[in-house]
């Protein structure tokens, strides 16, 4: 017997009954998106490494450790599994001139790929929805963002969930922040834990999203960007406030929250909950108004983003809802095996889902499988009510009832079932 191959480790299969969930989840975030006028975009999971290298930085986390990539032996070209699709959106803007005729709003939703340890809400493959509000200035598209994902929560019944702000100013204020805090955290790298002294040469503004308590209060004693921000990112930060001020929502200003990629400013944020382990974030996003320029296209400003959907499912109660068919089709003998077939199609083709029995089985045994479907009709067929053309109807929920009609009237009668209370008149 042959070694079982089994799925990659962090790359999950999702089963029927979690399947089920998923969808269900799925066309929720579809409908609320399109309710604030996002059209979808579907970008390819696999792009040119170089992308990712320009878009998220050299010296970020993802880019240095994280991104699955190889050389195609064809072409001798470098690609990687998109880690995250918000440069990939911004390519496919600039690559096709999106915003020729003004702003795009934008959502994509699908799977990306990091190398990880793999852990609850966290894997390898992933899933992520997003919104991208190309070509708007803000500070009302950052607002509007912001309290999308407010209505989301409240239609998920979400609690729990803190909205965290923090403003990344300009390049030219954060490169002259980069040096005060440079200086700040090398006149102590002895108390630096291994990972800081790895950014502090590299990405030093990470230092600050350090985890590790035993360097909470250093970080808490080094310089605050946001004391350093100009007239104008101040100004574009205090109009997001005042929005949501009046939106009556709450928020938390933390001063420490930079986010991990290099192509954000100004605005920044986190939705965290303590609802999957360790507080977390649910949501994250900001503006970048340089990256569409950065890929390739004019400059424009650009706001947006991602949802973890594994994170979310964990955080959504599962109300044990299944899809069950609308009709289970019983049938046995040859002519009954094929008169079937029309009869499926002709219920499938009056809107109605139909589970067809295929194989042997006694009307016993299927009649079981029937019951276990949830459907609540069982469409009965044999050698005799095929040769009449005709079908029998029973019901497998509450009252129970069966009689046989026409093959044109089933559909209609079926209807009357589920959804009326006209009485049928059948064959008894």
Request: aromatic share 8%; charged share 25%; proline share 4%.
């Amino acid at each position: 017997m042959s070694e079982p191959i089994r799925a990659v480790r962090g790359m999950n299969d999702i089963l029927p009954d979690e399947a089920e969930r998923w969808e269900a989840l799925e066309e929720i975030l579809r409908d609320w998106l399109r309710s604030y006028g996002y059209r979808n975009v579907r970008t390819p999971v696999l792009e040119h490494t170089a992308l990712f290298r320009r878009a998220i930085g050299e010296s970020t986390d993802i880019v240095e450790k994280e991104m699955y990539s190889f050389t195609d032996e064809l072409n001798q070209e470098s690609l990687t599994l998109r880690p995250e699709a918000t440069a990939s959106v911004a390519r496919a803007a600039a690559e096709h001139s999106l915003l020729y005729g003004g702003g795009q709003r934008l959502y994509y939703l699908g799977p990306m790929y990091r190398h990880e340890r793999p852990q609850k809400g966290r894997y390898r493959q992933f899933h992520q929805v997003g919104a991208e509000a190309l070509g708007f200035p803000g500070p009302d598209v950052d607002a509007e963002l912001l309290l999308m994902c407010a209505r989301l929560w409240e239609d998920l019944n979400l609690t729990g969930i803190k909205l965290q702000l923090n403003c990344l100013g300009s390049a030219a204020e954060r490169a002259a922040y980069r040096e005060s805090l440079v200086a700040y955290l090398a006149s102590r790298e002895k108390d630096l834990d291994e990972d800081s002294r790895r950014r502090l040469r590299t990405n030093p503004l990470r230092v600050l999203d350090s985890k590790n308590p035993a360097m909470q209060a250093l970080i808490a004693g080094s310089p605050r960007l946001l004391d350093t921000l100009g007239e104008e990112s101040l100004k574009h930060f205090e109009g997001l406030q005042a929005i949501l001020k009046d939106a009556g929502h709450r928020y938390e200003i933390n001063p420490r929250l930079v986010r991990g990629l290099d192509y954000y400013n100004l605005t920044v944020f986190e939705w965290v909950t303590d609802g999957v382990g360790a507080q977390g974030a649910v949501c994250a996003g900001g503006r970048y108004d340089g990256l569409l320029e950065q890929v390739g296209g004019r400059p424009a400003q650009a706001c947006g983003f991602a949802i973890g959907l594994e994170r979310l499912l964990a955080l959504v109660a599962d109300s044990g809802e299944r899809t069950s068919p609308d009709v289970y089709l019983v049938n046995q003998g040859e002519p009954a095996g094929r008169f079937a077939f029309r009869v499926a199609e002709a219920l499938r083709e009056a809107g109605f889902s139909v589970v067809q029995h295929c194989g042997p089985g006694s009307f016993k045994s299927q009649m079981k499988k029937a019951d276990v479907s949830g459907a609540p009709v069982a469409v009965i067929v044999g050698d005799e009510e095929a040769q009449a053309g005709e079908a029998s109807v029973k019901t497998l929920r509450e009252e129970r009832a069966q009689f046989r009609v026409s093959l044109e009237r089933l559909p209609e009668a079926i209807s009357d079932l589920l959804f009326g209370s006209a009485e049928i008149e059948g064959n008894p």
